[in-house]
Nanobody, 123 residues
Framework: QVRPVESGGGSVQSGGSLRLSCTAS?????MGWFRQAPGKEREGIAG???????EYTDSVKGRFTISGDVAEGTVYLQMNSLETEDTAMYYC????????????????????WGQGTQVTVSS
């Protein structure tokens, strides 16, 4: 069974960088990163498929980069120029079904979820 496992969260000052990693086993067609801040809904922030197609939410474009080898079940999220608004629990997700890039930011596209890793950005 596909079971994503995240790592790399932590605390950083505003303007700093962090790199999140996620590994998952099994057949995977696409993977995504989501985040949820206290009192807010889960938000899709970046996704990637086995062909290297990517999608980002507007608030992270130019600051975050998703990469990895989806077929091998490995995905990274490089986060630069972090802002206090980026503070949240970050979740890795995976799907064994093909999805168009336009669906990478939708939680309903993904069946498998990690436990999450906390990212805290202080001013």
């Amino acid at each position: 069974q596909v079971r994503p496992v995240e790592s790399g969260g932590g605390s950083v000052q505003s303007g700093g960088s962090l790199r999140l990693s996620c590994t998952a086993s099994g057949y995977i067609a696409c993977m995504g990163w989501f985040r949820q801040a206290p009192g807010k809904e889960r938000e899709g922030i970046a996704g990637i498929d086995s062909d290297g197609n990517t999608e980002y939410t507007d608030s992270v474009k130019g600051r975050f980069t998703i990469s990895g080898d989806v077929a091998e079940g490995t995905v990274y999220l490089q986060m630069n120029s972090l802002e206090t608004e980026d503070t949240a629990m970050y979740y890795c997700s995976a799907s064994s079904n093909w999805r168009p890039p336009s669906m990478f930011l939708s939680a309903s596209s993904f069946r498998f979820w990690g436990q999450g890793t906390q990212v805290t950005v202080s001013s």
